[in-house]
């Protein structure tokens, strides 16, 4: 099984308005990171927001917001006011406790493709 | 930016020939990483160094090595490439804390004919 699916191959929305990505997950660790990652057709990888699996209230950093639903393991990113800059892939990443060898791999989902429409 | 570079960023080589890449870090970090990004897989982890010499493998190893002889510095080789290791390479850094966030390089864009 994938421990991170993202089910959205393709996504479209128009200037201003709020877009949600869906993440979902999978591991049996109590302790876990999940993190979104943005990356524009430059090609570099940006970092934008970070849950951990005890924090107690969804994590917000300027326009993005992490919706975490623990129970359902679901991580979705909601950017709001979405812009045109906005438009890019898309990656949520899993940080797990126990993977063996080293607490700190990150495992990847395939990535949603934005499109921000004006 | 995170203070890593990656070189080279592009390169075009043969079946067959070894091809090394290289990372370097001003941060200090104690973590590095090598991943590799085709299209459908986002980005799978083919190694990574939780010190100075101290190397594990990640989910696509096969075909590649790598090596940490100084704490700014992580070498990929692909010992003999082929055509199936045409990609986009990225390393990443991190402090190895709770929080752990990852720090990306600009990539190297590898083809091998």
């Known amino acids: 099984a994938q421990k991170i699916t993202q089910t959205q191959p393709g996504m479209f929305v128009q200037e201003k308005e709020a877009v949600t990505l869906d993440c979902t997950y999978d591991t049996s660790d109590p302790s876990y990171g999940l993190f979104w990652y943005k990356q524009p057709s430059s090609g570099e990888m940006i970092f934008l927001i970070y849950q951990g699996s005890y924090d107690q209230q969804n994590a917000t950093e300027g326009r993005y917001s992490l919706n975490f639903q623990k129970a359902r393991k679901s991580a979705n990113l909601v950017i709001s006011a979405s812009q045109l800059g906005d438009s890019a892939m898309y990656f949520c990443a899993m940080r797990e406790t126990n993977s063996g060898g080293s607490n700190y791999k990150l495992t990847f989902g395939k990535g949603t493709l934005l499109t921000v429409n004006p | 930016d995170a203070g890593i570079t990656q070189s080279p960023r592009h390169k075009v080589t043969e079946t067959g020939t070894p091809v090394t890449l290289r990372c370097h870090q001003t941060?200090?970090?104690?973590?590095m990483y090598w991943y590799r990004q085709d299209p459908g897989h986002g980005l799978r982890l083919i190694h990574y160094?939780?010190?100075?010499?101290?190397?594990d493998k990640g989910e696509v190893s096969d075909g590649y090595s790598v090596s940490r002889s100084k704490t700014e510095d992580f070498l990929l080789t692909l010992e003999s490439a082929t055509s199936s290791q045409t990609s986009v390479y990225f390393c990443?850094?991190?402090?190895?804390?709770?929080?752990?966030?990852?720090?990306f390089g600009p990539g190297t864009r590898l083809t091998v004919l």
């Open positions: 990443a850094i991190s402090r190895g804390d709770t929080y752990n966030e990852q720090f």
């Open positions: 160094s939780y010190g100075v010499k101290d190397t």
């Open positions: 941060e200090n970090h104690r973590y």
